[in-house]
């Protein structure tokens, strides 16, 4: 059983489009991020909700938007798409503050 | 501001030997540490832990040390075998309430390779 799982892998899309990946996890944990990791392999968190509620929104454009249905699902929405958007996108999900992540395998996102 | 890094980019050691990959931190409030593994194509994997009450801690093959008076993490990696290569990230955190609870703030990465 996957723990985190996130859809699709990859997604291949030109500018200005918009798109979403989604995010799963059965953990029953109650916290949930997004992070982004650039070409250089650097992890930056872009969001974290807890209970559905957003606690954590870093300096990310409006054109991203995060969506929690449940405390079991996180979504991301990114409009107008740029090229410098292209990068892995991972979710994760923990129990709580000071306890691990656990990460999904990302999304490659690729704008051209 | 707040910022985690590593010394080394890059670590090549041969199969067998004990690897040592060493992280800085600069958030005198960090008090939760984390080393990752990450393998090409997946996410990040939760390696081991340390809370700032601590120095050491042990798991299977891995050991992490933090010195708080130098702001210093470390992962060693005992009798590392080819399957260890992979890139290390440290991170930590330093609130668990507000707008930064549950944050982790991630290092550069290390590239350990391990030769057979």
């Known amino acids: 059983d996957t723990a985190v799982s996130q859809t699709p892998k990859y997604l291949v899309t030109q500018m200005g489009n918009d798109k979403s990946i989604k995010c799963e996890q059965n953990l029953g944990h109650d916290t949930m991020y997004w992070y982004k990791q650039d070409s250089k392999k650097f992890l930056k968190i872009m969001f974290s909700?807890?209970?559905?509620?957003?606690?954590i929104n870093e300096t990310v454009p409006n054109r991203f938007s995060p969506k929690s249905p449940d405390k079991a699902h996180l979504n991301l929405h990114i409009n107008s798409l740029e090229l410098g958007d292209s990068a892995v996108y991972f979710c994760a999900s923990s129990l709580g503050a000071r306890t691990p992540l656990h990460f999904g395998n990302g999304t490659r996102l690729t704008v051209t | 501001g707040e910022s985690v890094g590593l010394h080394l980019p890059t670590l090549s050691v041969q199969e067998g030997d004990n690897s040592i990959i060493n992280c800085a931190y600069s958030?005198?409030?960090?008090?939760?540490f984390i080393w990752y593994k990450q393998e090409s194509g997946k996410g990040p994997q939760f390696i081991i832990d340390?809370?700032?009450?601590?120095d050491k801690r042990q798991g299977q093959r891995v050991t992490v040390l933090l010195n708080k008076t130098v702001k210093h993490l470390s992962l060693q990696i005992a009798a590392t075998q080819p399957g260890d290569s992979a890139v290390y990230f440290c991170a930590e955190s330093g609130g668990g309430s507000g707008t930064s609870y549950g944050k982790l703030t991630f290092g550069q990465g290390t590239i350990l390779t391990v030769h057979p």
């Open positions: 340390i809370r700032s009450n601590m």
């Open positions: 958030n005198s409030a960090s008090d939760y």
């Open positions: 909700y807890n209970n559905k509620e957003l606690i």
